[in-house]
Antibody, heavy 118, light 106 residues
């Protein structure tokens, strides 16, 4: 059974940093691209970033380029999202999902809440 | 970025009804269109991919059609568990984008 479990979300002040993790199990992790999607009440679902199975290629939306870094450790079956210079607009539930920018997202984690506020 | 527009934004229906949700892309996305279902407080769940391909385990009352810029999701006979929010997503190019959602309630 495919399982994706996010962690790391919390309250952080504007300008702060945070690293989200997504522990994967039940599939050959290194064979699949992985994606981060966030959700806010106001903007709905927003694709944020993706990384290929090898980690060699990454993709970002313009709003997070230069601030967020997606990475993965295939030896630990874990996906990461390093977030810096956080702003209130980054407040959202962050989901990790299996799949790439050119694919459907066939499995999702339960999400982790990031709140950026002073 | 490709804009995805769903209609309606909300829809009231009854168990047993047939309903259709429309998704329009701002440019041609060929058939790279996916549909997700989300219940409150839960993660989105993939229903259909590549316009009309049913994800494993999804009931056959769900179907999809369309091409180019106009796509539809149809539920042939609503069941109580189908009352949720539905999102379309284009996976034609980067960044992938979602529709704003259609809330289906009783």
């Amino acid at each position: 059974e495919v399982q994706l479990v996010e962690s790391g979300g919390r309250l952080v002040q504007p300008g702060g940093s945070l690293r989200l993790s997504c522990a994967a199990s039940g599939f050959a992790f290194s064979n699949y691209a992985m994606t981060w999607v966030r959700q806010t009440p106001g903007k709905g679902l927003e694709w944020v970033s993706a990384v290929t199975g090898s980690g060699g290629s990454t993709f970002y939306i313009d709003a997070v380029k230069g601030r967020f870094t997606i990475s993965r450790d295939n030896s630990k079956n874990t996906l990461y999202l390093q977030m810096t210079s956080l702003g209130v607009e980054d407040t959202a539930v962050y989901f990790c999902a299996k799949g790439n920018v050119y694919d459907q997202l066939d499995y999702w984690g339960q999400g982790t809440l990031v709140t950026v506020s002073s | 970025d490709i804009q995805m527009t769903q209609s309606p934004s909300s829809l009231s229906a009854s168990v047993g009804d047939r309903i259709t949700i429309t998704c329009r892309a701002s440019q041609n996305i060929i058939g790279n269109l996916n549909w997700y279902q989300q219940h409150p407080g839960k993660a989105p769940k993939l229903l259909l991919y590549a316009t009309s391909r049913l994800q494993s385990g999804v009931p056959s009352r769900f179907s999809g059609s369309g091409s180019g810029t106009d796509f539809t999701l149809t539920i042939s006979s609503l069941q109580p568990e189908d009352f949720a929010t539905y999102y379309c997503q284009q996976s034609f190019n980067t960044p992938s984008t979602f529709g704003q959602g259609t809330k289906l309630d009783i």
